[in-house]
């Protein structure tokens, strides 16, 4: 299959078209018209720094059905003793930037450039990305972001500066989701730490059938969904 260079026009060649590896086009640009349009497509975005901007769609696709979330007997008593407060949309911007940060600090490469951090920044002023927070007395130590389209939640990364702190962001996030009956969670690449909550790969064509269940299609960029605007400690541990 060959590799789509992406010019001015926004558009995306079939997703089905990606090579062996997912990588489906090279350029364009991260306008919010183009991102939306990729995540509407089962298209995102994954670079380093001094690459152009690569649009992957692998096959299988990483994801999470918010009804089959699965909690650990320790992370629920965590969420139980109420350690930490979780919010919704509170501190965007500090979110992305300790995503890219932390993994720096661990000699690791990040695909969050300056560029991506502000074109993020950017779809969360126009309500489409979000963030979710984790406070330890006040003080942000864990969270994630992602986009929100339709019924369906495209995480892009989360990260966390005390044991559990992102979890219990995720798990948070988790079950609103599931209150709201979104109908998957995009979590993209595998990893045992999305694997542990119950996460896992199914092909394209039904990530892509997912979406649309989702009601997200390229035809409904505008579809922002019901996403929650905050965390209800108390009922959150309770259910729990």
């Not at 002023?125 to 006040?138: I, P």
């Not at 369906?152 to 559990?164: A, K, R, Y």
């Not at 989701?177 to 979104?182: E, M, P």
Request: with cysteine; charged share 25%; hydrophobic share 40%.
């Amino acid at each position: 299959m060959p590799v789509y260079q992406l010019i001015n026009e926004v558009i995306f060649p079939p997703p089905c078209h990606a090579e062996p590896d997912g990588l489906l086009a090279v350029g364009g640009d991260l306008s919010p018209e183009r991102l939306l349009l990729a995540y509407a497509s089962g298209v995102f975005p994954w670079y380093s720094d001094n690459d152009p901007i690569l649009w992957w769609s692998p096959d299988p696709r990483f994801i999470l059905y918010p009804n089959e979330l699965k909690v650990s007997r320790s992370l629920e008593k965590t969420i139980r003793k109420g350690k930490f407060e979780v919010t919704i949309d509170r501190d965007f911007d500090n979110v992305i930037t300790n995503c890219a940060q932390v993994r720096v600090k661990k000699g690791e490469g990040t695909w969050i450039t300056d560029d991506m951090r502000s074109a993020y920044c950017h779809l969360h002023e126009m309500g489409y990305a979000h963030s979710v927070e984790s406070w330890h007395n006040g003080i942000l130590v864990g969270g994630l972001y992602g986009v929100s389209l339709g019924r369906c939640f495209f995480g892009e990364s989360m990260f966390s500066l005390m044991t559990d702190a992102s979890k219990v962001a995720f798990v948070s996030l988790g079950k609103e989701l599931a209150k709201r009956d979104f109908e998957l969670i995009d979590c993209q690449m595998p990893s045992d730490h999305l694997i542990s909550f119950g996460a896992r790969g199914i092909g394209r064509d039904l990530f892509i059938k997912g979406l649309e269940k989702g009601g997200v299609n390229p035809a409904a960029l505008h579809n922002k969904g019901d996403f929650p605007v905050c965390i209800n400690d108390k009922k959150n541990n309770e259910d729990v």
